[in-house]
C-alpha cells in the first residue's frame, strides 16, 4: 500500500502542480467551514452577553465573509478538481497502454494469473483519477476532527482523545474495504464472463447471431447467473464485515454522548467562558457528521489505493516479464536472411493447458522460401506462427535467425522486421490512409508506399469505390466512416501487412479466409513473388490445398507435432497425411 500512496501522492503534482494545491486547499477549506463557524458562533455569544452591538455587526460581517469565501472556493474549486481526477486518469490510462501494449509476449492476455489482474485495473481505473484528491479529503476530514476535538478539550481536556475512539470504526471500515477487494479478485472470471456476455449480448459485431439464434434470454439469464455467483461472495463478505463495523461505529457514539455530557456539566460549573462552550458544543454537534465523513472518505481513499495498487502490480509483472524475456545485451536483428530460419526442438504448453500445443518441431525454413502450413484445426499452426514472432516463450527449444537465438534480439527490434496478416483481422477505425499506414510506421505518410501494398493485397478495386480515397475514413464504431465487408477489412488488413519493404518474415495466417479462392491465388502468388525477390520467409497458414500446393515447402502439423514436410509432389508420393487431406479437398474441384 505504501507504494501506492506514494503514487497518488506525486502523480497530481507532477502532473499539475497549481491545480493540485488548489484541490489540497479547498479541501482544507471546504472541511474547515464547520469549524470556523462554531468558533465565530462562540464569539457572537462573547460578545451578545457583554451587549457590544459593533462587536455583533463586526461579527456579523465576519460570518458572511468567511461563507462567501469558503462557498465560493468551494464552487471554484469543484470544476480544478474535476479536472485534475481527469487528467490524472489520462496519464494512468496513458502508461497503461505503455506497459500493457509494448509486454514482449501475450501472457498479460492469455495467462489468467495476469489477465485478471488487468481486467481488475480495466474495471477499476476509474477510481484512479479521483484517488488525489479523495487522500487530499481524507486528510481534511481528519484534521477536521482534530480540530474539533481540540476546541472541545480546551473545555473539558480529556476530550482531546475523542478521535481516538473513531480509531476502531476506521480500521474496521479499513479491514471490511480490504476484504471486499479480496472477494472482487476471486470474483473476477466470473465478472469477466459476465462482461463478455453483456458485451456479446448489446454490440454490433454478435447482434447478428444473437437475433438469429434469438439469444437475448439466453445470453441475459447466463449474465445474471455469471454476476450472481460472484456478487454472491462479494455480499457474504460485506454481510460479515457490517457487525464490526457497527460495533465500532456503537463504541464512538457512546464516547460522542460522554463528551456532550461532561461538556454541560463543565459548562453549568463556570470551568470555561461562555463563548468556548457555545463554540465546543456546536462543533461536537458536527462531530458525527465529521467521523461519517471521515469513514466514507477511508473507504472511498482505500477503493481509489486499492485500483492504484492493482495498477503498480500490472506494472511490476509486465516489468519482471520484460526482464525475464529481454537480454541484458542484446545482438542486432540482421538486415537480410542470409541462410533463413531454423527450429530446433520446440515445444510450447499454454499455461491453462495440461498438454503442450506445440511437441518437439524441428525444420528449417530457407530464406526466401514460401512456406505452406497445413493441418486440421487445432493442429498447432497458429501458435507455432505466434512463436516465430516472439509472441510467446518457448517451454523447449529455440528458434536460430541466421545462427542467431530469436531470444536473443530485443523483442521490438525483431518486430520492426517482420509483418503479419492474420485471419479476423483487428478493424482498426481510422483513415484508409492512416490503417494501411501502421504496418509501417515511418512510412505511413508515404502514399506512393500505401498505394502499393494496396495493390500487393488486391485492394485496387476497394480504392476505387471509397469516396475520398485514402482519406477515406473507416468503420462506423468509433466515428461515422465508411463500413466495410468482411473482406474489404481482410483486404485492408493484408495491404498493412504488405507496408513493410523486405522483411525477414512474413506471417500469413489465413488472411484469406474472407476472400474468394481467385482473390487467395492472386494473393498468395504476389506475396511469394516479393519474398522470392526480397529473401524473407513467407509463411502461409491455409486451409486450402490449392493454394498450399505451389508454396515452395509445404510443412504439416498434427496434434502439435510435424508429421511431413516436402514439395506438393514428394507428399502426393508419399501418400500421407497431405495427400489424404488433398485428395479429400480435390473431390469438390473436379
Ligand atoms: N490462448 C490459448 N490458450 C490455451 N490453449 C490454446 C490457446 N490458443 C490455442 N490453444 C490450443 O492450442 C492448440 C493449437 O491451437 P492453434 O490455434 O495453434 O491451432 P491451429 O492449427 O491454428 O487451428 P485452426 O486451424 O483451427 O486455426 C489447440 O488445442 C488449442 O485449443
Known amino acids: ?187 473476477t472470471p466470473r465478472t469477466r464472463l459476465a462482461g463478455h456476455l453483456f458485451t456479446l449480448a448489446t454490440t454490433a459485431a454478435p447482434g447478428r447471431e444473437t437475433r438469429l439464434f434469438g439469444l437475448a434470454s439466453e445470453l441475459r439469464r447466463r449474465h445474471r447467473d455469471a454476476w450472481n455467483s460472484g456478487g454472491q461472495d462479494i455480499a457474504r463478505t460485506d454481510r460479515r464485515a457490517r457487525v464490526p463495523v457497527a460495533l465500532a461505529w456503537l463504541f464512538f457514539v457512546l464516547a460522542y454522548a460522554t463528551a456532550i455530557v461532561l461538556m454541560v456539566r463543565a459548562g453549568l460549573a463556570g470551568d470555561a467562558s461562555l463563548g468556548l462552550v457555545v463554540a465546543a458544543v456546536a462543533v461536537s454537534s458536527q462531530i458525527t457528521g465529521q467521523v461519517q465523513n471521515l469513514l466514507s472518505m477511508t473507504f472511498w481513499t482505500l477503493e481509489s489505493l486499492r485500483a492504484t495498487r492493482a495498477f503498480l502490480d500490472v506494472v511490476e509483472d509486465c516489468d519482471v516479464e520484460r526482464a525475464a524475456v529481454v537480454q541484458a545485451t542484446t545482438v542486432t536483428v540482421p538486415a537480410r536472411l542470409d541462410g533463413g530460419i531454423k527450429v530446433e526442438g520446440l515445444s510450447f504448453q499454454y499455461w491453462n493447458r495440461d498438454q503442450p500445443s506445440l511437441n518437439d518441431i524441428n525444420l528449417e525454413l530457407p530464406a526466401g522460401a514460401v512456406v505452406a502450413l497445413v493441418g486440421e484445426n487445432g493442429a498447432g499452426k497458429s501458435t507455432f506462427v505466434k512463436m516465430l514472432s516472439g509472441l510467446y516463450r518457448p517451454s523447449a527449444g529455440r528458434i536460430l535467425v541466421d545462427g542467431t537465438d530469436l531470444a536473443q534480439f530485443a523483442p521490438e527490434d525483431w518486430r520492426t522486421r517482420i509483418t503479419a496478416a492474420f485471419q479476423d483481422p483487428v478493424h482498426i477505425e481510422m483513415s484508409l490512409k492512416d490503417t494501411i499506414g501502421l504496418g509501417w510506421l515511418e512510412h505511413r505518410d508515404d502514399p506512393e508506399r500505401i498505394h502499393e501494398a494496396l495493390r500487393t493485397a488486391g485492394g485496387d478495386k476497394l480504392l476505387a469505390s471509397l469516396p475520398e480515397g485514402l482519406e477515406t475514413r473507416l468503420g462506423r464504431k468509433s466515428w461515422d466512416g465508411k463500413g466495410l465487408s468482411g473482406g474489404q477489412w481482410q483486404t485492408v488488413a493484408n495491404a498493412r501487412a504488405a507496408m513493410r519493404q523486405a522483411p525477414l518474415l512474413r506471417i500469413l495466417d489465413e488472411p484469406t479466409a474472407s476472400l474468394d479462392a481467385r482473390a487467395e491465388e492472386r494473393l498468395f502468388q504476389r506475396y511469394a513473388d516479393l519474398s522470392r525477390l526480397e529473401g524473407g520467409v513467407t509463411i502461409l497458414v491455409t486451409h486450402r490445398f490449392t493454394t498450399a500446393r505451389a508454396a515452395d515447402l509445404i510443412v504439416v502439423l498434427d496434434g502439435g507435432r510435424v508429421v511431413e514436410v516436402g514439395t506438393h509432389d514428394t507428399l502426393s508420393e508419399a501418400d500421407g497425411l497431405y495427400a489424404e487431406l488433398f485428395r479429400l479437398q480435390a473431390r469438390y474441384f473436379v
Open 1 to 187: 500500500m505504501i507504494s501506492a500512496l506514494h503514487f497518488v501522492l506525486t502523480i497530481g503534482p507532477r502532473i499539475d502542480r497549481a491545480r493540485s494545491l488548489l484541490v489540497v486547499a479547498v479541501a482544507i477549506l471546504e472541511q474547515a467551514t464547520g469549524i470556523g463557524l462554531a468558533v465565530l458562533l462562540g464569539l457572537f455569544s462573547e460578545v451578545a452577553s457583554r451587549h457590544s452591538t459593533s462587536g455583533v455587526v463586526t461579527l456579523a460581517l465576519c460570518v458572511a465573509i468567511f461563507v462567501m469565501l469558503t462557498q465560493g472556493t468551494f464552487i471554484a474549486g469543484y470544476f480544478t478538481r474535476l479536472r485534475l481526477q481527469e487528467e490524472i486518469q489520462n496519464e494512468v490510462e496513458r502508461q497503461f497502454i505503455d506497459v500493457v501494449g509494448t509486454t514482449p509476449t501475450l501472457e498479460i492476455h492469455e495467462r489468467s494469473s495476469r489477465s485478471d489482474k488487468a481486467a481488475v485495473v480495466r474495471g477499476a481505473r476509474v477510481d484512479i483519477g479521483p484517488a488525489f484528491d479523495r487522500l487530499m479529503w481524507l486528510a481534511g476530514a481528519a484534521l477536521a476532527l482534530i480540530a474539533s476535538a481540540v476546541l472541545m478539550a480546551s473545555v473539558v481536556p480529556i476530550l482531546a482523545v475523542l478521535p481516538l475512539f473513531a480509531v476502531p470504526a476506521v480500521l474496521a471500515t479499513q479491514a471490511a474495504d480490504k476484504k471486499r477487494g479480496q472477494a472482487v479478485q476471486r470474483a
